[in-house]
């Protein structure tokens, strides 16, 4: 027994009946005999009451040393191989220490005493007073990594717990095992050559080969630093398996492929583009594949020429900065009629819908929609609030018609109103916050979507019929080409076309801006239904009050950069106004992007708008909005235009570093 044991059996009493002794005698010197005979009374019985309180208390003592050794697990000579030690729960001091856990803390018996808190860092002996066994965190102690164990010991009494041991667990080794199992972990990557059919059209065989030769090379050369399995499935899709070790310098590179690819070029000078989808901590390879195939279908309905990291939660996006080249195909949206329209049949009622706070766009698109159900004679509602709408004038109009008498109702009646044979098509959205009612969609278990706005990471799903072309102007585009595969001419009425062509206005700014050949034909096709462009400028117009807010909106702007127009309002606004002024702001020599902000309730509305290299899309997909590279907006609750304001400027920030 060491002699902080002796120490705490032999508590020091003597010295005070020494004094006590002294006193007596004092007293008895000057006479005071009667005093004195008292206090040697009194000195006697206490030190007759010590002798045997003291000789009670060893015993306990000892009786709960004892119990402390059994917990410690000694018997003859034989130690515990778990480096232990003995600590008071009042203040953590070390009592007493084995060998292992000496040499392991560098605890020294003949130095002043000291704490489990001085010993091994960040730890605390209050989880034991409370009654656990496992201190919560790992302790490192020089290069190897403990768990920490502990018992309370207690006395017959149960208030009377003042030791608890502690025992050290090295699961170094584990832990590095573990480490190499998740470094080593497989990531299953799908390459695909997004423009492929357009690299190789019109080119000799020759030359195709020497196009594939190129591309092999450029693929080849940048997975060998990854020392992975590189393996051609077709002629336009690779496979490429790497550990998990090596994904993180590919993400901090961003993917150099993605650039290094734009070297490859075709006779006519087209570069070629890739999309790349990998998929991460799978629990086997068939579920990363899936992952990485989900990867694959995100970066192309985000436009391609990107690489997306899929793990069990999230979506990663790198590169993506490309505007969109248009690879549709009217093979799909002539499948996609086909099938909306048996759909569509089958239902016994449809119900469209578009995002909060409908536009042009949305409304157009909608109408086109149920004129595909008119034409299969299925009663057809469209899901919008009558009062928060970019649209009304254009809603009052449409219900003046007959055919649309009582189409337009709110989400809650829908939702009333909706069976399981009901189908709900969603239009100019492809993010369930952004519908106009999120209830009806997750009661609804057949959902369409025809959208063009580059996908999110959160997405609607599952979806029957998906028509997502972020290469398209406007879903009022998309609609009009299902139109032409579905129904004849006379089916669509005046009103009809003029809404699709307004949401192509709306939505191109005049065919100024996402506008290619399949835009103008969509075009062209509402014109001769019966689309009169006059009356759909008409829509487009402001009245003079709102014409002279919006130039309000414009002289609040500053530049930033050189040419990014940045408008922060204090007071609130209508969408459509912050709309029409950061497409305003756009006319303005030398703004190639411009962002709108202002309070709205409990939220900031953030509007933004490009014509240049800028992808406001990417721009304010970190401050929780989406879109497309030349629109986009955001919603951010709970808010200040100053927080969103310094959030968007530091976004916009590594949106140019990077």
């Not at 000892?62 to 050794?69: G, L, R, V």
């Not at 949305?362 to 009062?387: L, P, Q, T």
């Not at 025809?450 to 009022?476: F, G, K, Q, T």
């Not at 907006?633 to 968007?648: C, F, H, P, R």
Request: aromatic content about 8%.
């Amino acid at each position: 027994m060491n002699k902080k044991m002796g120490r705490l059996l032999r508590p020091g009493f003597n010295t005070c009946f020494i004094v006590m002794a002294c006193f007596c005698i004092a007293t008895f010197f000057i006479q005071h005999y009667a005093l004195a005979t008292v206090e040697t009374i009194v000195t006697l019985g206490l030190l007759v009451f010590y002798t045997l309180d003291r000789s009670r208390r060893n015993k306990e003592i000892q009786t709960f040393i004892q119990n402390a050794y059994n917990t410690m697990d000694m018997t003859k000579g034989v130690e515990n191989p778990l480096p232990m030690a003995l600590v008071r729960l009042g203040d953590g001091g070390v009592i007493w220490a084995s060998e292992r856990f000496a040499s392991v803390t560098g605890y020294r018996e003949q130095l002043p005493e000291q704490s489990v808190e001085t010993l091994l860092p960040g730890i605390t002996v209050d989880w034991l007073v409370s009654g656990k066994t496992e201190f919560p965190y790992d302790v490192t102690v020089g290069s190897r990594r403990y768990r920490v164990y502990g018992t309370a010991i207690r006395t017959d009494d149960p208030s009377g717990t003042i030791l608890g041991m502690l025992y050290l667990s090295d699961l170094t080794e584990m832990y590095q095992i573990r480490d190499e199992y998740i470094r080593s972990r497989p990531v299953v990557s799908i390459i695909l050559v997004d423009n492929y059919e357009e690299l190789t059209m019109n080119l000799s065989e020759s030359a195709i080969s020497t196009m594939n030769a190129e591309i092999n090379d450029a693929i080849t050369k940048w997975a060998e630093g990854y020392h992975g399995l590189l393996r051609k499935l077709e002629r336009n899709r690779y496979l490429l398996v790497f550990e998990k070790r090596d994904l993180d310098s590919a993400m901090q590179e961003k993917f150099t492929i993605l650039e290094d690819i734009h070297k490859v070029v075709n006779p006519s000078g087209l570069a070629a583009s890739i999309s790349f989808g990998l998929g991460v901590d799978g629990v086997n390879f068939e579920e990363s594949y899936n992952f990485a195939a989900l990867s694959i279908e995100m970066a192309l309905s985000r436009g391609g020429d990107q690489a997306v990291v899929k793990d069990r939660l999230n979506f990663n996006f790198f590169g993506g900065r490309a505007k969109e080249a248009d690879r549709r195909s009217k093979v799909r949206s002539r499948v996609t009629a086909n099938s909306l329209m048996e759909l569509i049949g089958q239902s016994s009622q449809v119900f469209i819908m578009g995002h909060k706070n409908a536009d042009l766009d949305a409304v157009g698109a909608a109408m086109g929609i149920s004129c595909m159900c008119r034409k299969k004679g299925k009663k057809a509602y469209i899901v919008i609030d009558r009062e928060a709408n970019a649209a009304k004038q254009l809603v009052e109009e449409i219900c003046q018609v007959p055919e649309y008498a009582g189409v337009f109702i709110s989400g809650e009646d829908a939702l009333l109103q909706c069976d399981n044979r009901s189908t709900l098509v969603v239009v100019d959205t492809n993010r369930p916050d952004q519908v106009e009612s999120r209830q009806l969609l997750d009661a609804m278990s057949r959902v369409c979507v025809v959208d063009h706005h580059r996908r999110a990471a959160d997405y609607i799903e599952p979806v029957v019929v998906n028509l997502h072309e972020p290469y398209a102007s406007s879903a009022s585009e998309l609609v009009t080409e299902l139109l032409q595969y579905s129904v004849e001419k006379p089916d669509v009425l005046p009103i009809e076309a003029k809404s699709l062509l307004a949401g192509i206005f709306l939505d191109t700014k005049n065919f100024n801006v996402r506008t290619g050949e399949r835009t103008f034909e969509a075009a062209a096709v509402l014109r001769r239904m019966g689309a009169d462009t006059v009356e759909v400028k008409k829509l487009l117009q402001n009245d003079f009050q709102e014409t002279m807010a919006k130039y309000q909106i414009i002289k609040s702007a500053r530049l930033y950069r050189q040419e990014i127009a940045i408008a922060a309002l204090n007071t609130s606004t209508t969408r459509s106004l912050a709309a029409r002024a950061a497409d305003e702001l756009l006319n303005i020599s030398g703004i190639t992007a411009s962002f709108v902000l202002y309070p709205d309730g409990n939220q900031v509305i953030v509007s933004a708008r490009s014509i240049g290299d800028a992808n406001v899309q990417m721009i304010l997909e970190p401050l929780g909005g989406g879109g497309n590279t030349a629109t986009a907006g955001a919603q951010i609750k709970d808010s200040t235009v100053k927080a969103v304001l310094d959030n968007l400027v530091a976004s916009i920030d590594k949106y140019y570093e990077e």
